[in-house]
Each structure stands twice: as structure tokens, then as C-alpha cells.
């Protein structure tokens, strides 16, 4: 069978101690080897044997693909699972779908099956204070766009969350902007949005897009509201009128797309890039600190931004933007 048949997930998101749904296979020396076949069993005992020898992931046949995502929409219903077990389900199929959307051609129809799944991110948040830190220890693939529309959906649900309190609708609207928020990039070329690298002019050019084209992608989808379509669009428009694509000022930009903003730039920092290490938050924080003035919501920015500044003498120049491929910033000293 070709390398691409199969998919990996992570080694915790199959289920154990009883009947699997699909065959699980591990990669030995560069081939897919069937490990265990649907209806086998895979034990608890079995599963932490091999964590413990550091297997990461298992591969299931594309042909499976339904059955496994169906398998995570039960899992998450359950409700005789951990709070962990349940984060780790969760964070598995909004990865998933992420890559459908980003991977397979009917974004319009998957678009329409985002909402559930951000229902039960924001069911799952609404739980406990802890979940969303829960859910983003819960890392992480090596698809750094898709990972970072999960994170910034969790990070938007959450400050909505300080924000504006516990207004449901309002908290789906502000996860399915920010899961969709980079939707756009799947029209940019692959090689502008993984450039280790500054980009160009013309790169940048067309780098700058990714908020329109994410628009035209969902135009006509009815389970995306206009408000969570603002996201997408205006997530990298700034207060002072300097952002992309209209550079819309203050009164123009809508309070869920300010939030994402700063959920954008906050992951952008903290996660780890081929050009550059993770920030601490309390670094990343400081970088958006000198950044704000002008560029996100301080109202907004006070509420996630709960903690002692360090200030940390960080150089952060004009313009700066750290959502672009090849950003780098200076510490001072
Ligand atoms: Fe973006
Ligand atoms: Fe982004």
C-alpha cells in the first residue's frame, strides 16, 4: 500500500480495553506493518508499554478514516471518561477536521460540521477553569498551521470567556472564527506559508490575502455566522489602522476578531517554528505588551494578560509582525 493511504493520530487518541473499530498499524523502517486488526483488542497495559518505549503515533488506512473519526465523535459523549481522556479526544478530532478542511476539496460541506465541533470545545472549557490548559498541553502534531487553528480556537473560547462572560452562542462564534481564522491560507502556495525566511514583496503580497480568500471559502456556508466570518476576515486588521487586508480602524473591527487577534499572535510566540524556538508565555506576553500600543484591544489584552509584568528587556521593532514566516525578535543583553 502507498505511504499516503495511511494517516497517523496520536498513540493515546485509539481506544483500549476493548474491540478496535479499525486496524492500527506502526511504521517499522519506513513501511506500514498492521498491528492490530479491527475487533482485536488493545490493552491499557499494552498501550502504556509502548509509551513508555516512545512510540508516538499509529497509523490507520485511509479507508478507516470514517471509523476513526467516528469512533472520537462517540468518545467525547462518553460520560464515564477522564477529563483528560475526553481533552485528548476532543483536541484529536478538531485536529482532524482541520486537516480535512485544509486537505480535501468540499471545504463548504466541512465547513457546516465545524460547528459541533466547536461545541464541544466550548462545552468542554465551560467545565472546569483548568480545561483549556488541559487542552493545550494536549500538543501536538507537526502540522504547525492546523495546530495553531486548534490553539487559537481554544485561546479565543477562553478569553471570550473573561470577557464577555458565559454567553454561549457568543463563545461558539468566537472558537469557530478562530479554528477557521487561517482557513484562507489553504489557496497560499506551501512554499510562502512554510518559508523559513522573510518573505518578499510579492510573497508577503500574497501572503496577505489568506483573510479574503478564507471569506470567498465560506461564502454561502449557513452554519458559519456573519460574526465568526469577521473573525476570519479582520483577524489581522489592528486598531490604529495598520493591519491587512482593508486596514480598518477602532469602530470597524468587531470585539470577537480583536480577541483572535491577540490569540493569533500569542500562539504565533509561544509555539515552536523551524526558524525559531517557543517563547515562554511570559516572554510572548511581554513581546505583545510593547506591540499593543495601537495594535490590539488594551481592554481585551488586560484580561488575557492576567500576571506581574517581568519586563524583560525584549527589542521589538516597528512593524513587527510575528504571524510571518521568518520572524525573529532580539532579547536585549
Ligand atoms: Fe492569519
Ligand atoms: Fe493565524
Given at each position: ?17 476493548r ?7 506502526l ?16 490493552t ?13 503515533a499509529f ?16 468518545s ?24 480535512d478542511?485544509f486537505?480535501?476539496p ?15 470545545m ?11 490548559v ?11 498551521t492546523?495546530?495553531?487553528?486548534v490553539?487559537?480556537?481554544v ?14 452562542n ?23 506559508i ?10 508577503w ?51 470577537l ?47 488575557f ?24 525578535i532580539?532579547?536585549?543583553?
Amino acid at each position: 500500500m502507498s505511504a499516503s493511504s495511511y494517516f497517523a493520530v496520536r498513540i493515546q487518541s485509539v481506544p483500549v480495553d476493548r474491540p478496535l473499530p479499525f486496524d492500527v498499524a506502526l511504521l517499522v523502517a519506513g513501511n506500514y506493518v498492521v498491528f492490530k486488526r479491527e475487533k482485536d483488542v488493545l490493552t491499557l497495559d499494552r498501550l502504556d508499554s509502548l509509551i513508555q518505549k516512545g512510540l508516538k503515533a499509529f497509523y490507520i488506512s485511509e479507508e478507516h478514516r470514517d471509523q476513526y473519526r467516528a469512533f472520537l465523535k462517540q468518545s467525547v459523549q462518553q460520560d464515564t471518561l477522564s477529563a483528560d481522556q475526553r481533552g485528548r479526544y476532543i483536541k484529536e478530532s478538531a485536529f482532524n477536521h482541520i486537516t480535512d478542511l485544509f486537505t480535501q476539496p468540499n471545504v463548504g460541506r466541512l465547513a457546516e460540521d465545524s460547528k459541533g465541533l466547536v461545541e464541544d470545545m466550548v462545552n468542554f472549557i465551560s467545565s472546569d477553569i483548568s480545561a483549556a490548559v488541559r487542552l493545550m498541553g494536549l500538543s501536538n502534531h507537526d502540522y504547525y498551521t492546523y495546530n495553531h487553528c486548534v490553539n487559537v480556537s481554544v485561546y479565543s473560547i477562553s478569553i471570550a470567556k473573561r470577557v464577555v462572560g458565559d454567553d454561549k452562542n457568543l463563545l461558539m462564534t468566537a472558537g469557530l472564527g478562530g479554528l477557521l481564522h487561517d482557513l484562507g491560507k489553504k489557496m497560499v502556495d506551501d512554499k510562502i506559508i512554510n518559508k523559513p525566511g522573510k518573505l518578499d514583496e510579492s510573497e508577503w503580497a500574497e501572503m496577505k490575502r489568506h483573510p479574503s480568500h478564507g471569506i470567498e471559502l465560506l461564502k454561502g456556508v449557513a452554519n458559519v455566522s456573519e460574526e465568526a466570518k469577521r473573525v476570519v476576515h479582520e483577524h489581522h486588521e489592528h486598531l490604529d489602522g495598520t493591519g491587512y487586508p482593508r486596514g480598518l480602524t477602532e469602530e470597524n473591527i468587531s470585539q470577537l476578531s480583536r480577541i483572535a487577534a491577540i490569540a493569533d499572535v500569542f500562539d504565533a510566540l509561544t509555539t515552536k517554528r523551524s526558524y525559531k524556538e517557543a517563547m515562554t508565555a511570559d516572554l510572548a506576553l511581554d513581546v505583545m505588551l510593547k506591540m499593543s500600543p495601537g495594535k490590539f484591544d488594551p481592554t481585551i489584552f488586560r484580561y488575557f494578560e492576567k500576571r506581574i509584568p517581568t519586563k524583560q528587556d525584549v527589542e521589538v521593532a516597528k512593524g513587527t509582525d510575528p504571524c510571518a514566516p521568518g520572524f525573529a525578535i532580539k532579547k536585549a543583553g
